[in-house]
């Protein structure tokens, strides 16, 4: 069974830091890995999405990695701003059950200005 | 920017009653989800839906749940009998292809809350 684990669980930082958010996942048969945000009591904002086959995707001051064979990606958000503060969420689209995404319990990031 | 919208945002209903949780996915999508979120919990998966039927559901899908698209715009997620556990933020989802291959784009959510 596919589990998804996010480290660290939460983390605060001052503005301006450049941070990392880690994700691992059990099961390398992925067909893509997607980064969501959320924001308190609020829906999933897609922010980036990484197919199997890639192994970095950047949008802005944000830029994922994906490592499929040793079950790893990392969010790297650069510059950081209070309005990042938010949960971030990962979740992996099973290769055998590809209409389904299995979510980590996310990081909950604050940056304080 | 094309967006999955739900309705209502927050709903409370009384053990025992029925509920229906209504979305509107992104127009050209063809693949359409629930997904459900307990309060300090991870999000998980309840039913994928292509084609006008099922094509994937977990074990928390019983059969106190359907999913009905009952129109060209809508698709709906309800609950039979609604229990106390059922409390949770439901959120509904949509993406062009099966989501092995494209963004999977999620709604605002619905807040349930079953007293």
């Known amino acids: 069974k596919q589990e998804v684990t996010q480290i660290p669980a939460a983390l605060s930082v001052p503005e301006g830091e450049n941070l990392v958010l880690n994700c691992s996942f059990t099961d390398s048969a992925i067909y893509n890995l997607q980064w969501f945000r959320q924001d308190p009591g609020k829906g999933l904002t897609s922010l980036l999405l990484?197919?199997?086959?890639?192994r970095e995707q950047t949008s802005g001051r944000l830029n994922a990695s994906l490592d499929k064979s040793s079950g790893r990606s990392t969010l790297y958000i650069a510059a950081s701003q209070p309005g990042d503060s938010a949960t971030y969420l990962c979740a992996v689209s099973l290769m055998e059950y590809g209409n389904k995404l299995v979510f980590g319990a996310g990081t909950i990031l604050r940056v304080k200005s | 920017e094309p967006e999955v919208t739900q309705t209502p945002s927050h709903q409370v209903t009384q053990m025992g009653q029925e509920v229906i949780l209504r979305c509107v996915p992104i127009?050209?999508?063809?693949?359409f989800y629930w997904y459900r979120q307990i309060l300090g919990q991870k999000v998980e998966f309840l039913v994928s839906f292509y084609n006008n039927e099922i094509s994937e559901k977990s074990e928390i899908f019983d059969d106190q749940f359907s999913v009905e698209r009952p129109d060209g715009s809508n698709f709906t997620l309800k609950i039979r009998s609604t229990k106390l556990e059922d409390s949770a933020m439901y959120f509904c989802?949509?993406?062009?292809?099966?989501?092995?291959?494209?963004?999977?784009?999620f709604g605002q959510g619905t807040r349930l809350t079953v007293v």
């Open positions: 127009s050209n999508h063809l693949y």
């Open positions: 989802a949509s993406s062009l292809e099966q989501a092995g291959d494209t963004e999977a784009f």
């Open positions: 990484i197919q199997s086959s890639q």
